[in-house]
Nanobody, 124 residues
């Protein structure tokens, strides 16, 4: 059974940093694109960052470009999101997702597998 488990969320002051991890089990995803999404209360789930199967191609939402870095370690079947210079508007539940495609897509409906989410709260 495929399982994605996020960790690393928490409460941080504006300007601070957090590093999220997503550990996958049940199968290897070294040939799959992976991504981070987030969802704030009352808002739709939105794309944050995505990474190709090789890790060589990355995409970012304009709102996080230059502050967040997505990476993956296929030997550990783990996805990461380094978040720097956090802002209160980054507050949301963050979800990792795996696509059956090798290319990164930005729509939530394209993703096959999802984690349970980890909460990130940024105080002003």
């Amino acid at each position: 059974q495929v399982q994605l488990v996020e960790s690393g969320g928490g409460l941080v002051q504006a300007g601070g940093s957090l590093r999220l991890s997503c550990a996958a089990s049940g199968r290897t995803f070294s040939s799959n694109a992976m991504a981070w999404f987030r969802q704030a209360p009352g808002k739709e789930r939105e794309f944050v960052a995505g990474i190709s199967w090789s890790g060589k191609i990355t995409y970012y939402a304009d709102s996080v470009k230059g502050r967040f870095t997505i990476s993956r370690d296929n030997t550990k079947n783990t996805l990461y999101l380094q978040m720097n210079r956090l802002k209160p508007e980054d507050t949301a539940a963050y979800y990792c997702a795996v696509d059956d495609s090798i290319v990164v897509r930005t729509t939530p409906g394209a993703y096959e597998y999802w984690g349970q989410g980890t909460q990130v709260t940024v105080s002003s």
